[in-house]
């Protein structure tokens, strides 16, 4: 049995008795796993080889490591592009992964060779005294750095959309595998980053950096390796060209038509729509919202694609139009997690990381929330879902957008913990007398657990409900684009984060030499716990704000699995406009 727009490896035809399914994407699953076992780890650790390798402020560090999780995300658009438009998806892995070994391997020299990097120096109890790295040093870490970022950006959006190619719509199994699919990918990132944490940061902080970046590389081979000897049982999706050039053609000939008069057209037929390679085939019908794009469609005797745009093109370009609001208000209601992430791990250099006579890395306190994330998966996959499902009628339990919402109020409640734990901190740091130290605040690295723990959260609920969201309401041709725009939302975010740490300072900062809340590499001297509360008034005002665009959307495709009024998902779009 073959299934229509998928071919072999070989360009036939696939079989699915052969190619596709769970068994797939279980070999996908591996380099998820090993990629973000390197990855997340140096997420949450990086913040230390910053501050102790190479000697950066708070507000430097910081930056640069939400700048790093931001630019791993927005990179995502590249590999997508590539891979809906000219080259398989799993080529595109084939190529961003040996550049992401190559940048893990600079970054491995640079920490071996002391030629590389600033001169030792402890920088929280000497934080005036340590050189900080500049000059071709700086410039041969941020090279290598953002060279992971690119290519890790490329995996992501490739790694996610084959999978989805692994799954027939039509089979209703098949859809059922699909739903859990996305849950048991962020299975793979999570216990990547469990193991991630537990291995890759115990060599980086007791076996060196430049052991431990050469871990990183030789993960990712080992990712890329396995995915290849799995190369006969993909599913493969031909690309149909530029996604981006055929809603860009939409807007061009709207333009160009816009004084021409709408003529009569049929609600109820479906306007069918069938690529040059017949790759794909899609039925959408034509909807009331934003209507001025319809004129892109008026026949006035031009023809060519810069002058007549189908039904099917012009729909398409509605779908991602439509997913504006909530990619904008997603970008601020994920907001403080990154920064909850790194700000966190300061907090803990600074604090008691003894566990009797083992010392604990602040960053891998994020263990404990991993480890929830995972155990709640499976739960939730293989209990809750089934059960919602008999009771809500969605065929996910709960739809997409209310287990986004879910995710958000918990990314507030984080907040909130996290500046009562940090005026604590401060508290006791004052009250021994340790402001100008930095370190040795006599209060148990544990207290940072319940932040962690409702970050955490985050991942169980936003994380997989955005990456479903924005995958299954892209159009079919556009698959890799909408989950580069789940990463891109989450990179945009990090980068905004940056934005609001400069931002404050700026504000904060005074003429009589008065440094701003974030500044100088002294934590006991900044104001986090004002910064933490200002972010948990953000988060607030994001949620109400996402809550509301939520409201409005409505689905590309019924989320129950049979519409309450018996009615097709097209006309039921038909009322809904934005």
Known sequence: MTVQGLVSWRGDPVDKTKHGGVKATFVLHSLVWLSNMANIANMLNLVNYLRGTLHMGVASASTTVTNFIGAISMFSLVG??????????????????????????????????????????????????????????AALFFFSLYLITFADGGLRASIASLGGDQFDNDDSKEMRDKISYFNWYTFAVSLGAFTGLTVVVWIENNRGWDVGFSVCALLVFAGLAIVTCGLPFYRNRIPDGSPLTRVFQVFLVAYKKRSLPFPEYSKEEPHQYVDKDASSVEELSRTKGLKFLDKASIDNGEKGAWSYCSTNQIEETKMLIRLIPIFISSVFGYLPFSLILTLSVQQG???????????????????????????????????????????????GGITHLQRIGIGFAFATMATCVAAVV???????????????????????????????????????????????????????????????????????????????????????????????????????????????????????????NYTFWAKMYVYRHDPRIVASDGKKVSEEKELGVI
Not at 105 to 121: D, E, K, N, T
Not at 125 to 134: D, G, L, S, Y
Not at 438 to 455: D, E, K, R, Y
């Open 349 to 395: 250099a600074t604090m008691d990381n003894r566990l009797g006579k083992i010392k604990i890395s602040p960053a891998t306190l994020d263990v404990i929330p991993v480890v929830f994330q995972m155990s709640i998966l499976v739960i939730y996959d293989r209990f809750i879902v089934p059960y919602l499902r008999k009771l809500t009628g969605y065929k």
């Open 80 to 137: 997508a592009f590539i891979s809906d438009s000219y080259i398989k998806r799993f080529n595109t892995i084939l190529i961003f992964g040996p550049l992401e070994i190559l940048g893990y391997g600079l970054l491995a020299i640079q920490a071996h060779l002391p030629s590389l990097h600033p001169s030792p120096c402890d920088i929280n109890r000497m934080p005036n005294n340590c050189e900080e790295v500049h000059g071709s040093n």
């Open 422 to 544: 940090e005026m604590k901190r401060k508290k006791l740091a004052e009250e021994h007398g340790l402001m100008d130290v930095g370190t040795g605040v006599p209060m148990s690295v544990f207290w940072l657990v319940i932040q962690f723990f409702l970050v955490g959260i985050i991942d169980v609920t936003s994380f997989v409900g955005l990456l479903e969201f924005f995958y299954s309401e892209a159009p079919i041709g556009m698959k890799s684009i909408g989950t580069s725009i789940f990463y891109s939302m989450h990179g945009l975010s990090a980068w905004m984060g940056s934005f609001l740490i400069e931002l404050v300072n700026k504000v904060t900062r005074d003429r009589n030499g008065k440094t701003g809340w974030m500044e100088g590499a002294n934590l006991n001297k900044s104001h986090l716990d004002r910064f933490y509360w200002l972010l948990c008034v953000i988060g607030l005002v994001s949620l109400l």
